[in-house]
């Protein structure tokens, strides 16, 4: 993990408010485990202070280049958007612990579930995991047919079913909800998304090869700060915790209280 300005080579919007941002430089070489994030400075004003976490999305090796996708959220993201080709940004990362690829055997299948702004990172995962000839299936869940994005890159790397809550694209309902109707078997599931999301998946798939990515509000990204910190299952002091930044984002389901 280190520090480093890479510049801004591609910058363009794929729904009204998701934003994909493709930077070159060196640290880009070392962002070869999907689910690990970055730690994005977009400005110097008090309020950009802090920086923002975004997950790796697609890393190209040859080229030293990464891409994030982001949702346009508050000051830090809006900052980030206005940004243009050719300008810097301060980037510390790669950061935590991703999906661990060698839980799936070549030739077993795993299925990847998103939701919303927790499909990118399965993007990176997905690409991964085919190289090592696992089987992938994908499952995307939106809310509606203006928050779509990404349908058409993971279609090509495996069977991709999108579903919305409003029904306007795809099938109507939630992931869960396709799990179920397509009778999905799979030896491994990885998933990253809204914590609803997470729980419902952790309730149904207690007993399976299941690892979770979370999504919780940071300070400083590196362990320090103990603002991301959350409960270890069957803790009854209270007392064992694990910080999402150093020991996750990504969890095997059962470990952490969502
Ligand atoms: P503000 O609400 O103005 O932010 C104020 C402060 O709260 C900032 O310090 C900000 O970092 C923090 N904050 C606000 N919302 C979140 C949140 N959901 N998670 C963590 N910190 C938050 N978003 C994406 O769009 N794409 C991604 O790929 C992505 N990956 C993430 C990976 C990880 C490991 C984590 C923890 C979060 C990720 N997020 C991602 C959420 C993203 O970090 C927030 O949406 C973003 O920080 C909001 O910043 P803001 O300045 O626009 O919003
Ligand atoms: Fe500071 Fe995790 S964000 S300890």
Redesign the pocket.
């Known amino acids: 993990m280190r520090k480093e300005n890479l510049t801004i080579t591609k910058q363009r919007a794929l729904t009204s408010n998701i934003m994909e941002l493709t930077c070159v430089g060196p640290l880009a070489s070392e962002m070869t485990e999907p689910g690990q994030f970055l730690h994005l400075r977009v400005g110097t004003s008090d309020d950009l202070l802090l920086r923002r976490p975004i997950s790796i999305c697609d890393v190209n090796l040859d080229e030293q280049s990464v891409t994030m996708l982001y949702r346009v959220e508050g000051q830090g993201t809006k900052r980030l958007s206005v940004k243009q080709e050719g300008e810097q940004v301060d980037i510390l990362g790669p950061l935590g612990n991703g999906f661990p690829l060698e839980e799936t055997q070549p030739g077993e299948t795993a299925v990847l579930v998103g939701g919303g702004i927790g499909v990118p990172p399965l993007y990176y995962l997905s690409k991964q995991l085919k190289a090592r000839g696992v089987n992938v299936v994908h499952i995307l869940g939106f809310q509606s047919v203006e928050n779509v994005f990404y349908e058409q890159e993971f279609q090509e790397l495996g069977p991709t079913y999108v579903v919305t809550v409003d029904g306007t694209y795809g099938s109507k309902g939630f992931v869960t909800d396709v799990l179920k109707d397509q009778q999905l078997s799979f030896d491994t599931m990885y998933s990253c998304g809204p914590t609803p999301m997470l729980k419902a998946l952790s309730t149904i798939y207690a007993d399976q090869r299941v690892f979770l990515s979370l999504e919780?509000?940071?300070?400083?990204?590196?362990?320090?700060?103990?603002?991301?910190?959350c409960h270890v299952v069957g803790d009854e002091t209270g007392t064992s915790y694990r910080?999402?930044?150093?020991d996750g984002p990504v969890f095997p389901v059962g470990e952490v209280v969502l």
């Open positions: 919780e509000r940071m300070g400083c990204g590196v362990g320090a700060c103990f603002a991301c910190v910080k999402v930044c150093t």
